[in-house]
């Protein structure tokens, strides 16, 4: 890994408290896609987010953050991009990330932010032209929250292979889509076929781990499930 001082190009407002931020760099980052980059805050405080971009982005990074002022975590970082707009990063950690090319089919699952993971992952695909069927789960409390919702349609009307699936746990009765917790949609679309599959999954860490031990127990290996919180769950 790398430390590049990075200039923060834009900061996007796209949805309540969450955050759209592209950082360029002078030199190439060189990263897989699904890595995280760590803000460095100050000694000994680093700071990871998902890299929402794919390698093939050159030099530049794009970052999605909520953020509300009552959690200083987050909140900090984008303070100090909007007040500094020069950060220091290291790039790239994290094992998660896309594997090479199999048999598989690809479920890409996604809890709130969660979905800037899942969208390098996406780009990098469409980038090599990945032709396996390749699912896309975004849970969110309600619409509003799935920010990119027009543009993962258009990606799915695009290309025969992917396909988009909301999942929201608010509704109201015009909303036809799924509803309750993302990672039961995909047990129930792939209740006996998970097996089958490459399953990707960033959302918050209890989602992660009932997700793992819900899938383990219809059959998916160990060696199909990827996602940054199982390097630090039991």
Request: proline share 3%.
């Amino acid at each position: 890994m790398q430390t590049h001082q990075l200039h923060v190009d834009t900061i996007t407002s796209v949805a309540k408290d969450v955050y759209k931020i592209v950082l360029t760099s002078k030199d190439s980052l060189d990263y897989q896609a699904g890595q995280y980059c760590l803000i460095e805050m100050g000694e000994g405080d680093l700071r990871p987010f998902s890299i929402a971009s794919a390698p093939t982005d050159g030099n530049h990074i794009e970052l999605h953050i909520g953020a509300i002022p009552e959690n200083s975590y987050a909140w900090d970082v984008l303070t100090r991009m909007r007040e500094k707009q020069v950060i220091k990063a290291q790039i790239a950690h994290g094992e998660a990330y896309l594997q090479p090319v199999s048999e598989r089919g690809i479920v890409l699952i996604a809890g709130g932010t969660g979905y800037s993971y899942v969208k390098s992952i996406l780009v990098e695909c469409i980038h090599q032209n990945i032709r396996q069927p390749i699912s896309v789960y975004w849970g969110a409390k309600n619409l509003e929250q799935i920010y990119e919702f027009s543009e993962l349609t258009a990606l799915a009307e695009q290309n025969a292979n992917i396909t988009f699936h909301p999942v929201l746990e608010n509704t109201d009765m015009h909303w036809k889509g799924k509803t309750g917790l993302v990672h039961r949609a995909v047990l129930s679309d792939f209740s006996d076929t998970l097996a089958q599959q490459q399953v990707y999954i960033a959302g918050p860490f209890p989602m992660a781990k009932v997700a793992r031990d819900d899938y383990f127990s219809i059959g998916l290996s160990k060696d199909a499930l990827f996602g940054d919180a199982y390097a630090f769950l039991d």
